[in-house]
């Protein structure tokens, strides 16, 4: 069984792809682990991936079927704590978007109200039967290169687990992130996009990749957790989608 997302669609990215890396191998066991940086960072980001992922087909990652969502409104906030259908909402004022920036591949992420930072990512695909490829182990954060790079007019997403084989993940707190919070991004071209916080959604995993991966008109950014463990009763944990919008850009 593979770990990821499992979801029809096309396979490799879209879009132009000035300042992508190129793509990391992967380990010939049944979980896909895709990596990139350079040097010896990447070597030692594919030696752990390699750890990790053995002991994956041990714990049985599950995989989801989801459809690409509908465009979303997310023009009326609901409310602190509001309960929907598709689960808890924490919802704020929806910013004025920043300019659109032209494609770039996200190097790293900081979300300072959660103490979380990381100085390179993983660039994610799709497998030959089209599932979305997740994170190699507990402490990366993938970037989904098929919604476009963080900064450009549409929704980016990123993606990390809670926890994984027994471990801590690099989205551990994302719950606890609140509309208004900053995140940025830095990208391969020097550039940095700011991300402001206007949503958080906990919903169940098999509705949270649509939520994630919706249309949007605007530069939008999506985080999205994803859990390798299970509940005492077997059940796998809620997932939470962060919803950003580009409000700032430097250098």
């Given at each position: 069984m593979r770990a990821?997302?499992?979801?029809?669609?096309?396979?490799?990215g879209h879009g132009p792809n000035a300042g992508r890396g190129p793509r990391g191998r992967r380990i010939p066991v049944d979980v896909t682990v895709n990596t990139r940086g350079d040097g010896a960072g990447r070597l030692g980001a594919v030696a752990a991936a390699v750890v990790v992922t053995l002991?994956?087909?041990?714990?049985?990652?599950?995989?989801?079927?989801?459809?690409p969502g509908d465009a979303l409104d997310h023009t009326t906030?609901?409310?602190?704590g509001a309960l929907t259908d598709a689960g808890r909402v924490l919802t704020g004022p929806v910013p004025d978007a920043h300019d659109p920036l032209p494609a770039s591949a996200p190097e790293s992420l900081?979300?300072?109200a959660i103490g979380l930072r990381t100085e390179s990512l993983a660039e994610l695909?799709?497998?030959?039967?089209?599932?979305?490829?997740v994170p190699g182990n507990a402490a990366t954060v993938g970037w989904l290169a098929e919604t476009g790079s963080p900064g450009e007019r549409g929704a980016a997403v990123l993606t990390g687990y809670v926890d994984f084989a027994y471990e801590r993940g690099a989205f551990f707190p994302l719950d606890d992130v609140r509309p208004g919070a900053e995140v940025?991004?830095?990208?391969?071209?020097g550039s940095t996009a700011?991300?402001?916080?206007y949503r958080v959604q906990t919903l169940p995993r098999g509705a949270a990749l649509a939520q994630a991966t919706a249309h949007?008109?605007?530069?939008?950014?999506?985080?999205?957790?994803?859990?390798?463990e299970f509940d005492s009763a077997g059940a796998e944990p809620n997932a939470v989608v962060v919803f950003a919008r580009l409000t700032g850009a430097g250098r």
């Open positions: 990821g997302w499992e979801t029809p669609g096309r396979g490799g002991a994956a087909v041990l714990t049985t990652v599950t995989l989801v079927r989801a459809q906030p609901l409310g602190p900081h979300v300072p695909g799709r497998t030959p039967t089209g599932v979305v490829e940025t991004v830095g990208r391969a071209d700011v991300f402001t916080v949007s008109e605007h530069p939008d950014l999506r985080l999205l957790s994803v859990s390798g």
